[in-house]
């Protein structure tokens, strides 16, 4: 059976924030909020499926700022995209000052909900209605941000697997003053009544988010001494149910200290009346939250060093290691809009690094204020003027099949034989199938008298799921250790770059080239751009006929 998708748009939920839902100091609980989060989420899901959906998955969540009493917290969701029974979510959440009018974002998130069919029947989602810009773009991304769910888990083992050659054991762990993990261990026990469940009787996902960040609270509380401030959340991710009159077992413990901040892991068990008298468990949930503190001058305390005692608790001690270095490369990575090149490449990195490089050049695509300034033949060129940063489009009508243009242009070992700009091409390292690092030399700019120049970049490269879709070809910098800068060049950047490619017919399509220019490339594109060469209509009319030649022989 399917489901008719409702048109793109928020749902939203406006709250004023009570004494009844703050903490000791007057600010909104992060439980409460979760609970909001997640309650208004499903009411999108729900909209667009047109039937109950439950909680699957909570992203990665960062808390910027604080509600207080009486400040009023608007969230709003709408579902990015559907993929046959699942729904991607965002959720973003706002606080406003009635006083000031001063309106702050406090977090924006993405969850996962997943249909739920009444009896047999088998319920297929319908495609979101895309009603503007920003729908379109969420749209497209939507399908990054589920390749990085799902390569979570392998990102996290190779992390754990560098960890493991370090051959720690917990009798070798010296820290002076360290505290023992079993310390902390707290263990809630939570009877699911009406009141916690929808409708069907079960549990809400928001529901657990909160008792979780209550007992995680508490075992961070005894490393502190103080109120522990909830900062942000691991994935949140449901394995299985939980019904009325389940009993939840919450088992909460530090997993690892990092100077001002602390992560705690916790476990959630569900039993129903004849599970818990043969102490069956059924693992429902797990989940690591990091929390600061403060002082009553507002700054933040140090966390000691803690110890773990038990094999697991190393285990334990290590994971939240990796799980910090994935959270950095997120918050560096997922920045997308921001103009620089990227960091270091590791293991960790590798995910947000892809996600990254498709989502900035979606993002450079999608901006408006793009103006025409030459049309030539086949080709047009667009300019988009941002501060200082000048970003280049080449529209380009090609008599090839977009899925052959695809395959010609994502493949940079093909690019001397059409670009004048490519004096050599390597592979450094095939990331992926769909990810590959190269190393380019170029010439230097015209009439500068300047070194050849050499770039190390990631190609990223995606094929369309829906036929209106582009296939996308994105490039960026990035810095591997195995190949530092040389004498004989000047190491440049590339910002952004790529093409998007979109069919027209079987045998015809567009590309579209796009370049966000470094100073670098400034004195290459200066006389073109005010009319005086021809080189970037050369380049394109070269494309073109190496496009068409190859596409004819396939």
């Not at 919450?250 to 997993?255: D, H, L, Q, S, Y």
């Not at 959630?268 to 102490?279: D, F, G, L, S, T």
């Not at 670098?520 to 068409?548: H, Q, R, T, V």
Request: glycine letters at 4%; proline letters at 4%; aromatic letters at 8%.
């Amino acid at each position: 059976m399917e489901r008719s998708g409702a048109a793109g748009g928020w749902v939203p939920m406006c709250q004023s924030v009570l004494p009844a839902h703050a903490n000791h100091r007057g600010e909104l609980s992060a439980g409460q909020l979760l609970k909001w989060m997640d309650a208004t989420a499903c009411l999108a899901a729900e909209k667009h499926a047109g039937v109950s959906c439950v909680t699957a998955s909570m992203d990665d969540i960062q808390f910027e700022e604080a509600a207080r009493v009486g400040q009023v917290i608007t969230i709003k969701a709408r579902v990015n995209r559907a993929f046959k029974t699942s729904m991607e979510v965002g959720i973003k959440v706002t606080v406003q000052d009635v006083l000031t009018n001063v309106e702050k974002i406090v977090s924006v998130a993405y969850a996962t909900y997943v249909v739920k069919p009444v009896g047999a029947e088998k319920i297929e989602l319908e495609p979101v209605k895309l009603m503007s810009a920003e729908d379109y773009l969420e749209h497209a991304l939507a399908t990054e941000r589920k390749r990085i769910r799902l390569g979570y888990q392998e990102v996290f083992q190779n992390l754990m697997q560098e960890s493991n050659k370090e051959g720690d054991h917990y009798d070798t762990f010296e820290e002076e003053n360290a505290v023992s993990t079993d310390l902390t261990h707290v263990q809630s026990i939570e009877l699911v009544q009406p009141p916690h469940a929808n409708h069907h009787g079960n549990t809400f996902g928001g529901q657990i988010m909160a008792w979780m960040e209550t007992v995680a609270s508490i075992s961070a509380s005894r490393l502190c001494r103080s109120y522990p401030i909830l900062k942000s959340v691991n994935m949140f991710k449901f394995w299985g149910p939980s019904v009325v009159g389940d009993r939840l077992v919450f088992n909460a413990i530090v997993n690892n200290t990092f100077q001002n901040s602390v992560e705690v892991g916790v476990r959630v068990e569900a039993y129903n009346c004849e599970e818990w008298i043969r102490n069956q468990a059924r693992h429902i949930n797990s989940a690591f939250l990091i929390f600061n503190a403060m002082n009553d001058k507002g700054e933040l305390l140090t966390f000691p060093k803690i110890k773990p005692i038990t094999k697991d608790g190393v285990r334990r001690y290590h994971g939240a290691i990796a799980r910090k270095r994935i959270r950095l490369a997120r918050k560096y990575m997922l920045s997308a809009k921001e103009d620089k090149p990227y960091d270091l490449w590791e293991k960790s990195n590798e995910a947000y690094m892809s996600y990254s490089n498709i989502a900035t050049l979606t993002y450079l695509a999608a901006k408006p204020g793009w103006e025409v300034t030459s049309t030539l033949n086949n080709i047009k060129i667009w300019t988009h003027e941002d501060g200082d940063v000048l970003s280049l489009k080449v529209e380009m009508q090609v008599k090839t099949a977009s899925h052959v243009a695809f395959s010609l242009l994502s493949n940079f070992m093909y690019r001397q034989q059409w670009d004048k700009h490519f004096l050599t091409c390597e592979v450094l390292q095939a990331v992926s199938e769909d990810d590959i690092i190269y190393y380019v030399t170029a010439p230097p700019p015209p009439m500068t008298g300047l070194q050849p120049r050499d770039f190390v970049i990631l190609v990223s490269r995606r094929q369309p799921l829906e036929p209106s879709e582009p296939y996308i070809v994105a490039v960026k910098s990035v810095t591997l250790t195995s190949k530092p800068p040389s004498s004989e060049h000047c190491r440049s950047e590339i910002l952004c770059a790529g093409f998007q490619i979109y069919s027209d017919s079987s045998s015809s399509c567009r590309v579209h080239y796009f370049n966000q220019m470094t100073s670098g490339l400034m004195p290459y594109l200066a006389a073109n751009l005010i009319g005086s060469s021809n080189s970037i209509e050369d380049a394109a009319l070269e494309c073109i006929k190496f496009l068409e030649l190859k596409g004819s022989k396939r």
